[in-house]
């Protein structure tokens, strides 16, 4: 059953509340996890011409966070654009001799097939080019950088940790004998260690398959935080006010 709802503002717990709920070993841990978030990595390896990567940083949906030396892609994709552009006039020159009966029409779909080639050559060539910058797939803060300026980095290699500044997911795992009590909007308290507070909570989602191992299932929800004292990776303790 949902306990009742408390107060939108965050309470403060009694000084021997959270070390005793601490020391339950029945008590049901939470984690409070960023949404969303990501390693960002590097698309291709080469040195890093530039970062704007500083730990804390906010930075917003994509904005360049790295900027890697481009000066062989670039000169690909001119050579790339180069050759298009003459695969192209190759075209249209055979088009018009082909109006005039000067051309036949294998000498066209040749010149059509190389115009092709060359715009597919092309294509390649910018998304090369497009590796050279690594943007914020969304807003977010810097929470770990692994890089430093001017390195040279290989493929996949991790730059920065970038979590979300949206609100913490709450993540726990219920006893799954509890589960006919809980279902997506159910109400809890949440005692944050960090804090020292108390919160109002509520279930956002149920996984779909229960634990066989720890005969637990798994649940995410949201906490009301308008002071906006929660960060990811802090703990605490969830009341579901079940009979003890």
Known sequence: AAVAALPAQAQDLAPAALPE???????????????????????????????????????????????????EPQARLRMASAELAGARENLRAKTGLRKLDAAGDTEVALARAAAERAAAAQALAQAQVDYCTVAAPFSGRIAKVYVRPFETVNAG????????????????????????????????????????????????????????????????????????????????IADFGFPR
């Open 157 to 236: 290699a991790p730059l920065i940790d970038l979590v979300g500044d949206g609100p913490p997911r709450l993540r726990l795992n219920l006893p799954s004998r509890q589960l006919g009590r809980v279902q997506a909007g159910t109400a809890f308290q949440l005692n944050v260690v960090e804090t020292g507070k108390q919160y109002q909570a509520r279930v956002t989602a149920v996984n779909a398959r229960v634990d066989a191992v720890a005969q637990s299932i798994e649940l995410e929800g949201r906490a009301e935080d308008p002071g906006r004292e929660l960060l990811p990776g802090m703990s605490g």
């Open 21 to 71: 709920l601490s020391s339950d070993p029945n008590a049901i841990r939470v984690l409070l996890a960023a949404d969303p978030e990501s390693t960002l990595a590097a698309p291709m390896a080469g040195r890093l011409q530039s970062t704007q990567a500083q730990l804390g940083r906010h930075v917003e949906k994509g904005e360049v966070v790295f900027r890697l030396d481009c000066e």
